[in-house]
Structures are given as C-alpha cells and as structure tokens.
C-alpha cells in the first residue's frame, strides 16, 4: 500500500513537472524580452570572440546594449561591460591584448559617445577620446598605435551662443554638420585630424599595412546625397588623395586588396553605373582606372564583400531571397563557390586579422540569431544565448514557399503556421510585406514590427511574400518597380493569398494586412485595390508619391521608379498618381489604423495623415496613431508595444470578431 502510494506520487510530481516545462506561446512582452546578439569579432588569434547583446530595459524604455567575450568552442562567457548606456562597436587591437569599443559615458547633458579601451582579461576602461562630438566606425591602425574614428565637425562658438539665445532660425536641408576621419594614440589621450574640407567621410578602411585609407567622400552626410558619393584613397596621414570613381550612384564597403592594389566595393549599378540593381562587387585599380563588375550575371544581391588574406580571391555575403549565404570568388572573376547553406540568415559577417575564418550570425527559426565559426569545414555554432527560450517558448513552423504570379513568374516567400496546426482545417491569414523595397524576407524569428510567434499563437498562418522589387532574385525581379512601382508587385502579394487558400490552408473571410515603410505602401495599395481583407494596419505608408517625393529626405529611388522627377519639364505626372493610393482611396473599404513617428523623416507623418483623413471622410472606420520622439523606425519600448496591441485589437476586432486583451509593460 505504501510503496503504490508513494510510486503514484512520484508520477504525480513527474507529471506536474512534465507539465511545468512544457513549452508556451510567446507573447508580445516575451518577444521584446529577447535578447539581440550582433557585431561578432573574432581575436587575431581566432580563440576568442567578442560580440554586443542587447536586452529590454523597461526602467530606461529602451535596449541597452553590453559586450561579451566567448571562446571559440563555446566556453569562458564573459560580460566585459556594463555602463548604465551600454557600449557598441567591440574592436580587437591586433595584439589581442585589448578592444576598443565606443560608448556614452558620464552625467552630463551633452555626453557623447567616446571611444574606450579595455584589456581582454577585463578590469576598468581607459577612455581615450573627448570629442565634441560623438565617435563611430572605430579601426586599429596594424601596429596598435593608433585607433582611426569617425566624427561630426562640432558647431562653431557662433552657432551655440545663437542657439542659447535662441536665435535657432535654421536652413532647412542644410543645417548638418560635415563627417571627417580622425586618430587618436591608443596608448594615451592624443587626437589628431585626418581630413579637411567641406565634405564627409561616409565610411573607410584602412590598408593591411596601416599606409593607406580608402573612404566614400560626398558633398554632404545627407542621405539625399549619398548617389553623389565617390570612392577615394589616400595616404594613412591624409595625403596624396585620389578620386576612384566618377558616377552618380553610391558605392559602399570599399577594401583595399593586401596588396594595395585594387579597391573592391560595392554598387546598386550595373557596369555603365545606371542605377537601381541589385548590389554586385567591382574592383578597381587603388591608383585609378576603370572599374568592372566581378560577377556580372551573378542573380543574387551583394551585402558585404571582404578580400582574402592571399588576395587572390573574395569572400562575400549574398542576399538568395529568404535565406543568405557566403561565397567565394576568385579576385579576377570566375565562378564563386557558396561555403554556406542553410535555412537562416547570414549577417553581421567579418574575418579573423590573420586567417580566412569567418565569425557571423545566423538568425533562424527558434532564434533571431547565435554567433557562429566557419573555418574550413562544416559551420560551427559558438553561442547558446537562446537556449532556454527554445525550451521554453512553443515556436511556429516556418517554410519556404513559391506560386506563380499574375504574369507566370515565380515568387517566393515565408509561411508561418498557426501553433497546434491541424491538417485540413482552414485558418486566419496575416500578410506582412517587408519594406525597402529593395530587401526580402528571410528565415527567422521575425522582427519586432512582425511579432510573428504571437500572430501564430492567435491562430494565424503568416504569409511573408517577396513581391517583385525585392532583392536577391536577378536584377529583372527587382527592376519591374521601374516606370510603375506597382505594376507585379500587388499582384505578387494576392497571388501569393489565392495560392493558400487553393491550398486549404486559409480562411479567405478572416484575412488581415499589415507592413510598415515599404511594407506600408504596400498595405496602402492593397486597401485600395481589394476588399478582401476584413482589417489592416499602414506603418509609415506612402499615400501621394507627388507630396512624398518632396517631403521625404530621400528621393535617389523613387526617380527611376516613375521615369524622372514630379518638379521637371514635361514632368511624369501621370506616372507618379496612377501609383499613389491616394488616388484610389474612395474604393477603400477595409477598417485600417495608420502609425508614424512623430520625427520620421523618410516617411514623413503628412502621408499617413492624407490616408487617414481620406478614410474618415469616407466614413471608413479608422485611427492614426502618432508616436512622439520616434524617427522612421520606433525604438522606445512602450511604443512598439502598443503597437503590437492596437494592431492585434484590431484584427481581433475586424476580422475575428473576438475581444483581445491588451498587455501591460513590466513595472521594473
């Protein structure tokens, strides 16, 4: 009687147990929660890893981020930093010793980010810079005397004591301060200025033998001038600086060979240098001549590029569509061999100082992305930072997925399923459209404007397509935008729908839309031209590219999209209408909310009013949600969960016809 007994408790407590750990949705505060790991660098001795992880911080409203130190097999994880701000940006000196970082330290009101070094063992930080202005783009000089940063040129005494009387009127488009390259000693305070002149350094690198810096010059630091943009190389002391390129397209990742020889970098150019393509690798004589395509049929988009340590071929990151991979190519051409393969996403990729290993980080399905090694052989991961939340967290299943469009062509996309999907059973649909337009959806967990685990908790199928314009399939796919915009690309997206639900898969009566930026024009659209989602929700959308195109601070894209600019002779006017929502916007039916940040420059907040306003008119129901302090991208904790919530009250609302309660951000 009392060994049955006691053996029945046991199985009680193993059940409860069982039951304790079984795995749970996400929900929407479990999602912000995650950690972020990114910027992986790997120690010149290929032993040790450092890399920066963010986390939530309710208190302060925002993510924090730290460094932290592994070892290549995984073990010895250590936290280096920990000040109330965070740091960023760990770079190892070529010793191995110690890392510089860059972080804003201090009480003061007008504290900057200065850069720091610290030994690899750990201990106190010595700040070695005290700029005026914040530092960036932090890189050892070879020999580990120097550390080269990036700064704005300060306001003049003029310009504050104006400002503190409050005689601020300003010029608009034109109140930015120049970018120049500066050093400082490693071993002690000793800053010296490297580049004069009203222009900005966009971005450098240093040779491997520290006697020459290649950099992108142009006119201003405004993203409008970025296509105006060139390639320069100079002498480590700032001399002897020589033009490379001669364009109007913007180039990025400029590297010089171990040589010295020739400059690699990349171009959304074809080899005339038109624009609007995918991004492909040139390489260029470092003393000047004429600049070729390295793989001019290759149909994926180039992310980063970087040389071998032999020089004789180059390492680089190719965006495939939903996944991306690194490759290698000889340095002359030639047929490059893809060293990964997977269903991730490749980012934040660099290589060792001294060997051909690889350091990155690979997002996938049950993490937005651990740190892992490639040397050789097959890939290795390094980190376990998500360990515990593939445990604890019940995740959707993801695949990949393709249909035909309207036109025949193949497209493809993400589908995440509803959580304890049941094979026959039809289910709500959310399509989300990736911004840009020039990127894609890839595998992972999702973003934060996404929250796709809590959509599939919901009961949703989440479709993610990657509509013509989006990057990573051949330069055709992504120049159908150019003259129209949309001319596939909605298309793209209800072929992509009619194909779930020939499936069996979708409901098509609890169908919902959802996208921000680029994604938001889409949802604009969307609304416009179908009924047949029963909600929707407009992040940062266009409405009328003509008021757009003024009011956004970047205009190098939507030229080529409709044929020219709304302000020149015989101008494409037709063109710019026929593709704004606005234009249809009386055949809307939809419920839709619209969100901007108050401070977004690149989809300034009249647009979504414009849409809003139209809506309400109509007597379409609808809200415009405006976040103060927030720029393109929403940033502060407490807003992106609202706007998690009030979109998924809305779906709930519209297409579901059920209650949903809202959650509350933590208390500490």
Known sequence: MFTASKSILAGVVLCAA??????????????????????????????????????????ADKRISHIWRIRTDGSDLTQMTSSADGENSPRWSPDGGSFAFISKRGTEPDAVAQVFVISATGGEARQLTSHPTAAQNIEWSPDGSLIYFRAADPKTDEEKAREKAKDDVFQFDENYQQQHLWSVLAAGKGEHRITHGDYSVLEYSLSEDGKKIVYHRAPTPQIEDTDQS?????????????????????EAGAELSPDGSQVAFLSQANQKFDTYYNRKLFVAPSGGGEARVLMPDLPYEIEKASWSKDGKSIYFLANMGVHAELFQVPAQGGKPEQLTSGKHAIAGWSMSGKGNTHVYTAAEMSSPGEVWVLEGGAPRQVTSVFAQARKEFKLPRQERIEWKGADGATVEGLLYYPLDYVEGKRYPLAVQTHGGPQASDKYGLGGLQNYVPVLAAKGY????????????????????????????????????????????????????????????????????????????????????????????DVRTYRTPWFGGTPWQKDA??????????????????????????????????????????????????THLYVAPREPHGWQELRHVLFKMNVELDWFEKYAMNRPYTWEKAPTN
């Open 18 to 59: 069982t039951l304790a750990q079984a795995p749970r949705p996400m929900t929407l505060v479990d999602l912000i929660d995650l950690p972020q790991v990114s910027d992986p660098q790997l120690s010149p001795d290929g032993r040790q890893i450092l890399f920066v992880k963010s986390e939530a911080n309710w208190k």
């Open 230 to 250: 060139e390639v320069w190389v100079m002498d480590a002391q700032g001399g002897d600086a020589r033009q490379i390129t001669h364009n109007h397209v913007q």
């Open 461 to 552: 199928f989440v479709l993610q397509p990657n509509y013509r314009g989006s990057t990573g399939y051949g330069d055709a796919f992504l120049r159908d935008m150019v003259g129209h915009y949309f001319k596939n690309a909605h298309l793209d997206v209800m072929t992509g729908v009619d194909h779930l639900i020939q499936m069996g898969l979708v409901d098509p009566d609890h169908m919902v839309k959802m996208g921000w930026s680029g994604g938001g024009h889409m949802t604009d659209k969307i609304i416009t031209f179908t009924d047949r989602f029963k909600a929707a929700s407009a992040g940062a959308g266009a409405a009328d590219w003509i008021s757009m195109y003024a009011q956004s």
């Open 572 to 621: 494409p006017i037709a063109a710019y209408w026929d593709n704004s929502p606005l234009k249809d916007v009386w055949k809307v039916k939809t419920p839709t909310i619209f969100l901007v940040g108050q401070n977004d420059v690149r989809v300034p907040m009249p647009q979504s009013v414009e849409m809003y306003r139209a809506l309400k008119s109509n007597g379409i129901p």
